[in-house]
């Protein structure tokens, strides 16, 4: 058995991500077998600069089912802002979220592999 060492928001979505997936899938009725998942920990798209401001940093990880696509922003339950009812993701994560949705829908419905396109627009 292997062993990980690790502290923090990452390390716990690690080990969130290796040993419960299922209990990830599971509120969204998503049938798809943990392990026919994939599992992109810690996808970096950059992060935002004054040179390049197309990069919109990362996510914590993105969870692909046959499905569905997941994508997980983890947050500390012990933060004094969480009151167990609702969790807030900052601004800058609603807008990842935005843009890597717009990228994968016109990417899936209107590219279809022509990146040199898909980039200019």
Not at 25 to 46: H, N, Q, V
Not at 70 to 77: G, N, P, Q, T, V
Request: charge should be negative; glycine fraction near 4%; include cysteine.
């Amino acid at each position: 058995m292997s062993r990980m060492l690790g502290y923090g928001e990452d390390a716990f979505t690690l080990w969130a991500l290796r040993q419960h997936t299922s209990c990830i899938l599971e509120p969204f009725k998503d049938k798809t077998a943990p392990s026919d998942c994939l599992i992109f920990y810690r996808p970096s798209f950059g992060r935002h600069s004054k040179e390049n401001s197309s990069l919109f940093g990362e996510f914590d990880a993105i969870l692909a089912s046959s499905e569905s696509i997941y994508l997980i922003e983890s947050k500390w339950d012990n933060l004094t802002a969480f009151n167990n009812d609702k969790i807030t993701l900052n601004e800058e994560q609603r807008l990842r979220h935005r843009i890597f949705s717009w990228y994968l829908t016109h990417w899936n419905r209107e590219y279809q592999g022509n990146w040199e396109n898909f980039v200019k627009e």
